[in-house]
Nanobody, 115 residues
Framework: QVQFVVSGGGLVQPGGSLRLSCAAS????????MGWYRQAPGKQRELGAA???????NYEDSVKGRFTISRDNAKNTVFLQMNSLKPEDTAVYYC?????????WGQGTQVTVSS
């Protein structure tokens, strides 16, 4: 059974940074494209960033230049480095395959950007 366990969220001031980690189990991680998704209060879940198995990156326009997705296939882990955080980045962040698999949403991690 595939599981994604996310960690690294928290409360940060505007302009600050956080690094999220997502540890995968039950899957040959290196054969899949991975994505970070987020869901803000009252909004639909959206893709924030993706890293395909071919080595290409996709970023949602509002995070370009501020967020960086990376992966360590040896550790079955994908990361999201978030810099210059803004209040509108406040959301629950999830990782999943890219495109997402409906049955693989984990618990997510809360990121709150506030002064």
């Amino acid at each position: 059974q595939v599981q994604f366990v996310v960690s690294g969220g928290g409360l940060v001031q505007p302009g600050g940074s956080l690094r999220l980690s997502c540890a995968a189990s039950g899957v040959i991680f290196s054969t899949y494209s991975m994505g970070w998704y987020r869901q803000a209060p009252g909004k639909q879940r959206e893709l924030g960033a993706a890293f395909t198995r071919a080595g290409k990156f996709n970023y949602e326009d509002s995070v370009k230049g501020r967020f960086t997705i990376s992966r360590d296939n040896a550790k079955n882990t994908v990361f999201l480095q978030m810099n210059s955080l803004k209040p509108e980045d406040t959301a629950v962040y999830y990782c999943n395959f890219f495109p997402a698999s409906a049955g693989c949403w984990g618990q997510g991690t809360q990121v709150t950007v506030s002064s």
